[in-house]
Every structure is written in C-alpha cells, then in structure tokens.
C-alpha cells in the first residue's frame, strides 16, 4: 500500500506540472493564432494511451512519463519535422510569428511553474501557516543524527547560532538545507561560540553516509513496540524513558549513551506511562540495546510535556501573499544555489543528481496533502529553472536563439538550428542517462 500512495503522489504531482507548463506554451500560441497540432502528457512514441482530435489540435495521453509537449507548427523542436519546414511558411506558423510573440510562446512554461510554486507557497501559508520551534527555545542544543556532520565538528547539545551571518531565528525545515549549502556556521558549547567552517565537498561527504537529516531537535526515546523476544516486558509501548541507572535519560542521545555503558547489565529505570512515573528494571543486550523498536511524539506531545515550545503563525489572505512570495524567492534562490554547487566540481554535488527514482522517493509514504503540494511547487521551481538552461530543445534553448535575433536583428538559419536541436537532444538524453544513472548506482552500492 505504501508503494502505491508515493506513486499515486508521483505520478499526481508530475501530470500537474507537465499539463500546466505545457499549457503556458499552448495559451499564448492561440492567443497569437499560431496552430498547436499536438498537446500532450507523458510521450506518444509509436502510440497512445489515448487521444482525441478538438479543433485543430489532438490532445492526448503518452505511456512514456518522462514529460509532455505541445507541437507547434513551423517550429523547430524534438519533432525535427523537416517536411513541414521544407514548404513556405503560412501565416498560422510558429516561424512567421515576430520575434517578440514567439519570445513570450517560448516563455510560457516556466513562467506557469513559477507563478504556481508563488501560488501554492501562498496558499500553504493561508491554510496551513507556519509551524515552528523557536531556536531559542532549543535550551539543550541539538541533536546531530549524521555522522558526516560530526566529522566537521558540530555535536549533539550545540546551539545553532547563525549560518553564514545570517541569525538563525527559528528551527524548521529548511535549517538542514540551509547548513549543506552554507559554508559557516557558529555555534554555541559549553557557553562559548565557535565557527565551523563546512568543506566545499562537503555534499559528497554526506553521500557515503546512511541519508537522515543532520540535525534535528533533540527528542525522547519512546517505546514504540517490543520486539520479537524481547526480555524486557515491564516496557510497555508509549513508555517514555525519564533515567536510567539512576542518570538523567531525558533525550534519546542520553539513553543510547547509558546504554552503551551499560552493556549486558541489568539496571534500574523511571519510565513515564501515562504521566505518572513508573520506576521498572531493564536488562541491556551486549549491543547496547532494549529490545524495542523505537517509537515518536507528535509535536502536540512534545509541547505537553515540556519539551518544546512549538509555535504556529497563522496569517489572514491578505498576510499570505508577502509570505507566500518571500518562500518562493528563498526557495529559488536556494534551489540556484544547488545548481551552482552542481557544476562547481569541486564539490563534487554532481554525484547526488538523481533522476526519476530520486524524486519518487521524496514523496512519503502516507498521503499528506500539506507535503504533497510542499514538494509539488518545489518541483514546479525547479522544472522552471532547468527548462531556463540555454541548451537547445529546452525553452531556455529557444529563448537564448530568439534573443540573439531580436538583438542581432538576424535569425539563425533553419539548418543551424535543427543541428543546434540534435546536439540539444545528445546532451539531454546523457543528462538524463547520467541521473538516473546515478540513482540505479545508488541503489546497488548502498
């Protein structure tokens, strides 16, 4: 079942932002009277799921999801319909249109994916608002989850101060994206500040290690079940560990360090079942281990029990927009950052591009219709983004060709730009061999 709620999500998510990107090239077309033949989701190679012709455009379902388009007739593009080129342009056609009209048909799809990742962060904050622990809440520091993070000298108990000057205010979502992008962080030990500086391979690094956030706020060791054989019955699932040996057990980073020093012992612990305290006996496995399986709080919970403060801002419509809008700029601005890091070798992030397998497995395993659009309008900005690239057969392709012509005042010729479109297709095709190369790659090693 989980399988099918994160293809069902997938699968949602993308039919959403093909037909809405391709519909950007498809409304300015008709508005210009340019004839659209062709108007698709997912490829029609050698067949269709299912088309219909209305009018003077076929509107149809490929079987093959790697994307949509729409075909414009007398344009140059992945049809490579040299016939239709070969006759004397008609009014109708994409290449009698001037410079300017074919500019904005070009134009149209991403700028639909960034209008509707502006629209969805907006909206998200209207119904959702912004949850949040505020970071100066976080009286015991951080929970470090990944060892690469370790590596580079940032531990569990630290306060996050700022990231790369910029004062960390509150701890959310993006804090963890935030610090793989950074290049410093202060933070706080002991009373005293320090500045870890992150390596420029830092990405890679994080690679060789079992993915999980980096860092986290620090959360209770919950009983969630026993497991098979378990010695340890007096734990009953939604226990909470208070101490153990007598020693403060309040996080679940302090009952795995008690537990490892206390490996093959029996030893006294307070557990709180049913907010009452219950004192128990536990025995240790040589591994250093109860027998359970972990379990967790929600954020309701946590806030009960004294935990966290958490916080939610709720904003009226009008409130939404600006939020809606500073989201989405932060969210493109960060996601140009990734892109940077990407082709600065150095880093060696070209290694974590992944392909169709990637964003599949972003999608959860429970549907969630506050992370499901969370992801989709991601998705949106960075579609936008990597059709904006200045390769040919991506619009960003066509928009660099039609800017040197309205600058030049001389268009390429048609040969030039059909060769343009077959080095164009090469290097998407091995773009598009190399991530989801990377993904298979993953999935054997690791």
């Known amino acids: 079942m989980d399988i099918v709620i994160k293809l069902s999500q997938f699968l949602l998510s993308l039919s959403l932002l093909i037909i809405l990107h391709e519909l950007g090239h498809f409304i300015p077309a008709k508005l210009f009277k340019t004839r659209v033949e062709k108007f698709y989701l997912f490829f029609d190679v050698k067949f269709s ?10 509107y149809g379902i490929g079987w093959l999801p790697l994307g949509g388009y729409v075909k414009i007739s007398g344009m140059i593009d992945e049809s490579m319909d040299k016939e239709q080129m070969a006759l004397p342009p008609q009014p109708w056609e994409f290449r009698s249109k001037p410079a300017w009209q074919r500019l904005i048909i070009m134009l149209g799809g991403v700028t639909v994916n960034f209008i509707l990742a502006f629209i969805i962060y907006i909206g998200m904050a209207f119904v959702y608002g912004d949850t949040y622990v505020a970071n100066a ?17 940032i531990l569990t108990g630290d306060k996050v101060i700022s990231i790369d000057g910029q004062k960390i205010e509150n701890f959310d979502d993006d804090t963890n994206m935030k610090v793989i992008m950074a290049k410093e962080v202060l933070i706080e030990r002991n009373g005293q500040q320090q500045s870890i500086k992150i390596p420029t391979d830092f990405v890679d690094k994080l690679s060789k290690h079992e993915k999980s956030l ?34 403060q057990a ?42 359970v399986v972990g379990g967790g709080l929600d954020i309701k919970s946590l806030e009960k029990l004294g935990y966290y403060k958490i916080s939610t801002k709720e904003y009226s419509f009008i409130e939404s927009i600006p ?31 992944g392909g169709f397998a990637a964003i599949f497995n972003i999608f959860p395993t429970s549907w969630s219709w506050e992370v499901f659009w969370s992801i989709t309008a991601l998705l949106s900005i960075m579609l936008g983004v990597m059709n904006l690239l200045p390769i040919p057969a991506l619009d960003g392709g066509h928009v660099m060709f039609l800017l040197y012509e309205m600058i030049s005042g001389k268009k390429p010729s048609d040969k030039f730009l059909e ?18 190369g990377n993904d298979i790659y993953k999935a054997i090693v690791k």
């Open 214 to 247: 980096l860092i986290s706020p620090r959360m209770p060791f919950v009983v969630g079940s026993l497991q098979e054989g378990s010695k340890n019955t007096s734990l009953k699932p939604k226990d909470l560990l208070v101490t153990l040996n007598g020693q």
């Open 323 to 353: 939020v809606g809008l500073q989201k989405g700029k932060d969210q493109l601005v960060g996601y140009g950052k990734q892109l940077k890091m990407i082709f600065n070798p150095e880093t060696k992030a070209y290694k974590q591009v």
């Open 49 to 58: 799921l299912f088309k219909k012709q209305i009018g003077e455009t076929v």
């Open 419 to 436: 060769n343009a479109q077959m080095v164009g297709f090469v290097l998407l095709i091995a773009l598009l061999l190399f991530a989801n």
């Open 137 to 153: 809440d976080l009286k015991d520091g951080i929970w470090v989850t990944n060892p690469a993070i370790e590596k580079i000298g």
């Open 250 to 291: 309040k996080y679940y980073d302090q009952v795995k360090a008690i537990l490892n020093a206390n490996k093959g012992k029996t030893i006294p612990a307070i557990v709180l079942r049913d907010l009452k305290q219950v004192p128990i006996t536990v025995q240790v496995s040589e591994k250093g281990t109860l027998g």
